[in-house]
């Protein structure tokens, strides 16, 4: 028998080996696509609800988004302070009627009503407000204690979160000090806020700050977590590619461990990008691309340009599993940049170290925010699948 | 910089619109990918966890996946692409001890001279052994194989013939060697008794 009818012999016995479809397989197949479309549309509603709120509260997009898709994927994170016994208050803290600061114009039976509507607790034990902030502590029915966050708007009080760890990681530390009420609940931290990034080392223009700590993540095992430096440079021009470099490895940086391309030879290929600004969409220039590559190689990654009119998440394209699309996803180009800053999204997926099928990185975002010392570099991946 | 493509998996707009029921379509395909993944693989276990994969893939974009002529090719370039890759195919293997863990039917075993053949087709470079596995398992024309490998259909001979060749010369040492060990000690040559 020559090689030919060998091979068609052998493939014929290994197609009528092959089992048949059955209905449990239909099932799996279906309940799989099922909870793998809630997990991003869980993502997206995260977003979404939060971000009306800050929007409405005068807060810009990207001020508060950057973490939100954290708060999706810690939906195991308990969002009640244990019972039955009351959490102790801080010293000096009057536990019927905590008030650090103003609330202009919501009524604590606002909050009430809130709640009520939620279906959330009986009771409300405890509430703080602060600079149209508010977080209150409730009684379980089935036991237990609930803190949740609102946000003034319109009069009334819209609930934002019940995750305190999400309400400290996705909304403002400056203007809302949201850690502040939390802590004056007597409610434990989940997380420790991050410290203002201006702090959290010397300038540096690797992917992470001198003395190795990474502020602002979550742990390295949250595949979500910004990285964050700060670039010199006038922030009152466009970002030098330096930044956009910087950013670049810190999303390196940022990424996943099990995700992250380790092998020699492995490849990263940087969507051809763009630069948001509030009005415009422009692609990387030369330079920004060179600075791109520098960093990216520094990292023992060989860099590929792709291009970016090819359709995102189809194999069919061959080059980037992502959101290659501008306005597929909460991170759209209709969304404002930081105050000055730039939001370069969709630029950074990871190949598979032996196909050109990719992984991950869907949604990288760079985040570029003048600072007093520069440009303040964030990155981080919206979703890891 | 632009990749050209000269084939891809797209949508017709001649193509009179015939509807496609996920269901429908999972039942036709699903015998042929998973035993395109196993000649891929060389597991039946892994082969199915990556059938499965591709068709999430699918179902998950079935709006899309299910106006292209052929939805099926896009599959299997999701399932022979997950087959060659490390990551895909550990967390595959990991799935597949689950779900094998959970039935208690018997996989048929490969013929021996068929598994030492899939063996050496593993062995080539992932293209030329995607290309045999699409050519000899599926009896697929070029034209569809070069699409669903998106590559021309001149690369897809180019890879099928040297996949060929060197399974050829293969093949050859192996019957040689067995051919030596048929002939008793005493008669091979350069033995004097």
Same mark, same amino acid.
């Given at each position: 028998m020559n090689l030919d009818d060998r091979l068609r012999s052998a493939g014929s016995r290994l197609g009528d080996q092959a089992p048949g479809p059955t209905a449990e397989g239909l099932e799996d197949v279906v309940r799989r696509a099922e909870a793998s479309r809630r997990r991003r549309v869980a993502a997206t509603s995260i977003a979404a609800s939060v971000l009306a709120v800050a929007l409405a509260f005068g807060l810009t997009r990207a001020a508060v988004d950057h973490r939100i898709d954290v708060a999706a994927e810690g939906g195991g994170r308990s969002v009640t302070t244990p019972g039955p016994s009351r959490p102790d208050l801080p010293p000096g803290t009057d536990p019927d009627t905590t008030t650090p600061g103003t609330h202009a114009a919501c009524e604590i039976e606002d909050l009430r009503v809130r709640l009520a509507g939620l279906d959330r607790s009986t009771a409300i034990d405890r509430y703080a407000c602060r600079d149209g902030w508010a977080t209150t502590l409730a009684r379980l029915g089935g036991g237990g204690w609930e803190i949740s966050l609102f946000v003034e708007q319109n009069g009334t009080w819209a609930f934002v979160t019940d995750d305190p760890a999400a309400a400290i990681d996705t909304l403002p530390q400056g203007p809302a000090p949201v850690a502040d009420l939390f802590v004056a609940m007597g409610v434990p931290l989940p997380t420790t806020p991050a410290p203002p990034a201006e702090t959290a080392g010397p300038p540096t223009t690797e992917g992470t700050p001198a003395g190795g700590e990474r502020p602002g993540?979550? !742990?390295?095992?949250?595949?979500?977590? %910004?990285?964050? =430096? @700060?670039?010199?440079?006038?922030? =009152?021009?466009? %970002?030098?590619?330096?930044? @956009?470099?910087?950013?670049?490895?810190?999303? @390196?940086?940022?990424?996943?461990?099990?995700?992250?391309?380790?092998?020699?030879?492995?490849? @990263?290929?940087?969507?051809?990008?763009?630069?948001?600004?509030?009005?415009?969409?422009?692609?990387? =220039?030369?330079?920004?691309?060179?600075a791109l590559s520098r960093a990216l190689t520094d990292r023992g990654l060989q860099v590929t340009f792709a291009d970016p009119t090819l359709p995102d998440d189809d194999p069919a394209s061959g080059l980037v599993l992502g959101s290659a699309a501008l306005g597929s996803d909460p991170w759209s180009a209709t969304g404002a940049p930081?105050?000055?800053?730039?939001?370069?999204?969709?630029?950074?997926?990871? %190949?598979?170290?032996? !196909?050109?099928h990719f992984f991950g990185g869907q949604g990288s975002v760079v985040r570029l925010t003048p600072s007093p010392t520069g440009w303040l570099a964030e990155a981080q991946l919206a979703w890891i699948t | 910089m632009t990749r050209s493509r000269p084939s891809r998996l797209e949508p017709s707009a001649s193509t009179t619109p015939v509807p496609l029921t996920f269901d429908a379509f999972y039942r036709a395909e699903y015998r042929r990918v998973v035993a395109i993944a196993q000649s891929l693989t060389g597991d039946r276990a892994v082969a199915e966890e990556l059938a499965q994969e591709g068709f999430v893939a699918a179902h998950r974009r079935w709006g899309r996946v299910s106006g292209y002529d052929r939805p099926g090719d896009w599959v299997r370039r999701v399932v022979i692409n997950r087959a060659i890759s490390v990551h895909r195919r550990r967390d595959a293997e990991r799935r597949a001890l689950v779900r094998v863990g959970r039935r208690d039917d018997a996989v048929p075993a490969v013929p021996d001279e068929d598994a030492w053949l899939w063996d050496q087709v593993r062995s080539l470079p992932p293209r030329q052994a995607q290309a045999i596995a699409l050519v000899y398992v599926e009896d697929l024309p070029l034209e569809r194989v070069a699409t669903i490998l998106g590559c021309a259909e001149t690369t897809v001979k180019t890879h099928l013939k040297r996949g060929r060749d060197t399974l050829a010369v293969r093949i050859r040492e192996r019957e040689a060697a067995e051919q030596v060990d048929d002939v008793p000690p005493s008669e091979r040559p350069g033995v004097r008794t």
């Open positions: 993540v979550a !742990g390295d095992d949250d595949p979500a977590a %910004p990285a964050v =430096t @700060i670039v010199d440079g006038d922030p =009152t021009t466009d %970002p030098p590619p330096e930044a @956009i470099g910087a950013a670049a490895g810190a999303l @390196i940086d940022a990424v996943d461990p099990v995700n992250r391309p380790t092998e020699v030879g492995d490849r @990263i290929v940087v969507q051809d990008g763009f630069f948001l600004t509030r009005s415009t969409v422009r692609r990387f =220039t030369d330079a920004e691309r060179d930081p105050p000055g800053g730039y939001v370069v999204r969709g630029e950074l997926s990871y %190949p598979d170290p032996d !196909g050109d | -």
